[in-house]
């Protein structure tokens, strides 16, 4: 199963990860309030779907 997530400008916004630690300018907020970058986000989507389990 392939989705697709599209993030317009107002989802996102600039400082550091609190993943990975990396400064980006692609950082949204999660649902418990932590700022995460966009490849931290799809990494553990990828995992959540793929991965877990095995």
Same mark, same amino acid.
């Given at each position: 199963? =392939? =989705?697709? =997530?599209?993030? %317009?400008? &107002?989802?996102?916004? %600039?400082?550091?990860?609190?993943?990975? !630690?990396? $400064? &980006? &300018?692609?950082?949204?907020? %999660?649902?418990? !309030?932590?700022?995460?970058?966009?490849?931290?986000?799809? &990494?553990? $989507?990828?995992?959540?779907? =793929?991965? $877990? !389990?095995?």
């Amino acid at each position: 199963m =392939t =989705t697709e =997530t599209i993030y %317009t400008p &107002s989802d996102l916004h %600039t400082g550091e990860c609190e993943w990975c !630690g990396e $400064k &980006s &300018s692609e950082l949204i907020y %999660t649902e418990d !309030g932590q700022e995460v970058c966009i490849d931290c986000i799809e &990494s553990e $989507k990828f995992y959540q779907e =793929t991965m $877990k !389990g095995i």
